[in-house]
């Protein structure tokens, strides 16, 4: 299973890092999706790492502020959310799926999903 955590309420400008920790499986054989969905908005696909060759994608929404990255030795993979935005205010996933994708799969391709964790930009 997936576990994202790290979310919480920030001011406009500020920065949070998001963690996705897996068990139960190696993220390091999995792709692994950053999700948002904001009040009143359909599910946004923002980031995406793949694990076994370091691949990443971003959507031009967080391009330049938001990083990807993972620790085998933690099987986590983070979100380093800077220069953050009343806007990124909504309820972050994560999700797996087995192997190298090529930035966000569509939604039921995906073998799990974190439960989410609410970011909240005041500004």
């Known amino acids: 299973q997936l576990q994202a955590s790290g979310g919480g309420l920030v001011q406009a400008g500020g920065s949070l890092r998001l963690s996705c920790a897996a068990s139960g499986f190696t993220l390091d054989d999995y792709t692994i999706g950053w999700f948002r969905r904001a009040p009143g908005k359909e599910r946004e696909g923002i980031s995406s790492?793949?694990?076994?060759?370091?691949?990443?994608y971003y959507a031009d929404s967080v391009k330049g502020r938001f990083t990807v990255s993972s620790d085998d030795a933690k099987n986590t993979v983070y979100l380093q959310m800077n220069s953050l935005k009343s806007e990124d205010t909504a309820v972050y996933y994560c999700a797996a799926v087995g192997g190298v994708a090529a930035g966000i799969i569509p939604v039921p391709d995906y073998d799990y999903w974190g439960r989410g964790t609410q970011v909240t930009v005041s500004s």
């Open positions: 790492i793949s694990g076994s060759v370091g691949n990443t």
